[in-house]
């Protein structure tokens, strides 16, 4: 079986790791939290290897809760994006308290990643299929090109949505080939009579969405070479960043648009169905609990998970 590679983000968790950490909830029957559903649904779809980003300081409470747990089950590596992480010849300003962006985070992984990869955040639930169609598009034999191979999961709108409050979600434009041509990052779309919204904060004028849209939920399947652009990039991203930018991100959906645009990358988007869970609002909580509960009961996942 091809190696292939399942590379977490999760050096945005708190400090104070489970406790409280609204991201973090056990929200399965047996006390899961979101984490496991994409490491089990990975191993499933034929992933054989998970890279966790995190931070030094929660990583002792990281392998207690679910680290060494993983580790009993396959491959596991630990890589660590920390703010003062920089190329030679760049040093963080001393107020910057805000990490550098999920670019960043998933540079932090090359020494780590040497297989194809697949990226995700730390607390999205994003359902079976996404991993099974990302999985044999990455280990799929294909001809040389002058450009890029990735591929993306793109989540229909209405299936991403929470009913407490607005969400930011980047709204795809395809080609009729189903190639990304850009994303837009939109702010609160909330659920509506007439569909989904983005909701103008200051006017409060409602933007209607199309409820099949897709979207990118920062779910994304590279190459190893891919790391040589985010080394590459992120030098001159920092050339650029002045010592009062103290909140500038190098971002992994801007990397992989100004690829698009340069005409260096095509990127697949591979439409999903599955309905995505996460806990923005701490009353999110209680329907994903159910969610979880249910998909039990019909046979989608075991108790205990790794049965």
């Known amino acids: 079986m091809k190696k292939t590679a399942l590379v977490i983000m999760a050096a945005g968790l708190g400090s104070r790791f489970g406790k409280g ?8 029957p047996a006390g899961e939290i979101i984490m496991e559903y994409s490491i089990h649904d990975a191993l499933e779809a034929g992933f054989n290897k998970v890279v966790f980003i995190i931070r030094k300081d929660i990583e002792k409470e990281f392998k207690e809760i679910i680290g060494d747990k993983i580790e009993k089950i396959t491959e ?9 992480d920089l190329p030679e010849g760049f040093t963080c300003p001393e107020d910057r308290t805000k990490p550098w962006g999920t670019g960043q985070a998933v540079l932090a992984a090359k020494k780590a990643v040497q297989e194809p990869f697949l990226v995700i955040n ?3 639930y994003y359902g079976k299929e996404a991993f099974g169609k990302i999985h044999d598009y990455l280990v799929e034999e294909k001809e040389d090109g002058e450009k890029m191979d990735i591929c993306m999961a ?3 709108l209405e299936n991403t949505l929470s009913e407490n409050g607005g969400v930011t979600r980047g709204v795809c434009t395809l080609s009729t080939d189903q190639k990304l041509l ?3 990052e939109t702010f609160n779309i909330q659920k509506t009579e007439n569909g989904p919204a983005a909701v103008d904060e200051e006017t409060g004028e409602k933007i209607y969405l199309d409820a099949q849209t897709l979207v990118s939920m920062n779910m994304w399947g590279f190459q190893p070479e891919f790391m040589d652009v985010l080394e590459k990039n992120f030098v001159e991203f920092l050339k650029g960043v ?13 990397v992989v648009d100004q690829m698009i645009k340069e005409n260096r990358a095509e990127v697949s988007v591979l439409k999903t169905h599955d ?3 996460g806990v923005t609002y701490q ?3 209680e329907t994903v609990m159910k969610s979880f509960k249910d998909l039990e009961e019909k046979g989608v996942y075991k108790n205990p998970l790794f049965a």
Request: hydrophobic content about 40%; charged content about 30%.
């Open 182 to 184: 850009g994303v837009t």
């Open 76 to 84: 596991v590596a630990y890589v660590y994006q920390e703010l003062k």
């Open 21 to 28: 950490i609204k991201q973090l909830a056990k929200v399965g």
């Open 275 to 277: 309905t995505w869970f």
């Open 122 to 124: 730390a607390d999205d």
């Open 154 to 156: 793109g989540f229909i």
């Open 283 to 285: 009353e999110d909580k």
């Open 242 to 254: 002045e010592p009062q930018d103290l909140k500038k991100e190098y971002l992994l959906p801007g």
